[in-house]
């Protein structure tokens, strides 16, 4: 399912416009990646849990050429 799908489904159960499930859709997006910053961690009990990780910098290696690569550090 992508993004349009999954709103039109929203609106569906919702019983609401597609625009009004779109906006929905994008308040908790927004709320959820401003509030991921502070907390750091979000669970919704029976739906999901969401928490940034801290992913060290590592070697790796490219599958066409076979040449190692330095993969960074992210979050």
Known sequence: MNKSEFVAALALHG???KADAEKCYQVFRHTLETELLVAGKITLPGFCSVEIVDK??????????????EVPAKK
Not at 58 to 68: D, F, I, L
């Open 15 to 17: 019983a609401m416009s």
């Open 56 to 69: 060290p910098a590592r070697k790796a290696r490219n599958p066409a050429t076979g040449q190692e690569i």
